[in-house]
């Protein structure tokens, strides 16, 4: 007997979903009829994966900054990209919730590298938002920064603009600063604390994408910093896109897949084939 399987081909990066009669199908539909959904969302994870391999051979050094796109082709291939994988992660995200099933460890490392990947490949097309609060903060130059951490808000009365880590001295200067800055590179720091305030930011923005009022666009863009914050300072080297979830966060994988999901689904609202099927990414 037939059942449901991936579809592709030897010159794309990404796949889809087809089922027994070789129709293009999203994975939530499969795992809501399917008897073995823990199989189902294990091999899309798994394929996911494969994908990001490939997707590191061909577009490691623009990723990773090395070197700016090309050309127009290559710049359509980024987009390509960054849909593809966005889809992907937002298919497990679904499928999971459906069958009940809580994120892995495994599953937040691999979603996690799949939105640092689609969060690098927007850049250079110009489609992520500006980093909070932007052009408030002060210019701290060259040199050693005293003063206190503290997660900003961008606006109290819009909980889904989200925030950003910042330094505030004593003498009122607000600096940008970054959870990797904060965990790895200041003293007195209580890192606990600043990684329980960093979770309670991105759910907050979370929580206010379900407000009739919240602007979609502005609610993916919160997201995307947070969550590129979170995934910078989580990476196993500085020179690598694979991310770690120490033991005892198990916990950090499902915020990661929950995170990258409404970044995504925020976007679909306005960009509406970003999660049709099948998409997958041309060489």
């Known amino acids: 007997m037939s059942r449901p399987r991936i579809a592709q081909a030897d010159d794309q990066i990404g796949f889809h979903w087809v089922s027994q009669a070789g129709i293009p199908v999203a994975l939530r ?17 798994e394929a996911l994966d494969d994908a990001l391999i490939s997707a590191a051979q061909r577009f490691g050094p623009v990723l990773g900054g090395g070197r700016p796109p090309s ?20 298919e497990y995200a679904t499928a999971l919730a459906l069958a009940d099933l809580p994120a892995s460890v495994r599953a937040g490392q691999i979603i996690g590298t799949a939105a640092l990947f689609a969060i690098r490949a927007r850049l250079p097309l110009g489609l992520l938002g500006p980093a909070p609060l932007d052009d408030e903060l002060d210019d701290p130059g060259l040199g050693v920064v005293g003063g206190f951490g503290e997660m900003c808000e961008v606006d109290r009365a819009k909980p889904w603009r989200g925030g950003r880590w910042i330094v505030r001295t004593q003498t009122g200067q607000r600096y940008p600063a970054t959870l990797a800055m904060l965990l790895f590179d200041s003293s007195g720091v209580d890192k606990e604390a600043v990684l329980r305030e960093h979770r309670a930011a991105l759910r907050s923005v979370m929580t206010a994408a379900r407000a009739e009022e919240a602007d979609p666009l502005a609610v993916s863009s919160a997201l995307d910093w947070l969550l590129y914050d979170w995934l910078m300072a989580h990476r196993d080297g500085p020179d690598s896109a694979a991310i770690e979830i120490p033991k005892g966060r198990e916990q950090d994988a499902g915020l990661v897949v929950d995170a990258t999901a409404t970044s995504v689904a925020a976007r679909a609202t306005v960009d509406p084939g970003l999660l049709n099927v099948p998409r997958m990414v041309s060489r």
């Open 29 to 45: 539909q499969l795992v809501a009829v399917d008897g073995e959904p823990r199989r189902l969302v294990a091999t899309h994870l």
């Open 71 to 90: 050309g127009a082709a290559e710049l359509a291939a980024l987009r390509e990209l960054h849909r593809g994988l966005d889809r992907l992660c937002h």
